[in-house]
Nanobody
Framework: QVQLVESGGGLVQPGGSLRLSCAASGWMSNIYGMGWYRRGPGNERELVAIITSGGRTNYADSVKGRFTISRDNAKNTVSLQMDSLKPEDTSVYFC?????????WGKGTLVTVSS
């Protein structure tokens, strides 16, 4: 059974940093895209950052220059380094992966940015 397990969420002060990690377990092949979404103000999931197996990245405008996504193709892991965090970054962050055209989601990890 394929699972995506996130770690690294928590409470941080504005201006601080957190690193989220996600590991895929179970049999997955041809993982093209891996990335992170977060719950938006209308409870929808909004893209934060995504990275392809070839290393191409795409970021939401709101996080460009502050967040950095990376992945290890051999280990099927993806990480999100979040710097200069703002209160509006507070949300539940979900790991995402597409394997052989099938999307998978993690259960989410809470990031709270507050003083």
């Amino acid at each position: 059974q394929v699972q995506l397990v996130e770690s690294g969420g928590g409470l941080v002060q504005p201006g601080g940093s957190l690193r989220l990690s996600c590991a895929a377990s179970g049999w997955m092949s041809n993982i093209y895209g891996m990335g992170w979404y977060r719950r938006g103000p209308g409870n929808e999931r909004e893209l934060v950052a995504i990275i392809t197996s070839g290393g191409r990245t795409n970021y939401a405008d709101s996080v460009k220059g502050r967040f950095t996504i990376s992945r290890d193709n051999a280990k099927n892991t993806v990480s999100l380094q979040m710097d200069s965090l703002k209160p509006e970054d507070t949300s539940v962050y979900f790991c995402y992966a597409v394997s052989s055209g099938v999307p998978y989601w993690g259960k989410g990890t809470l990031v709270t940015v507050s003083s």
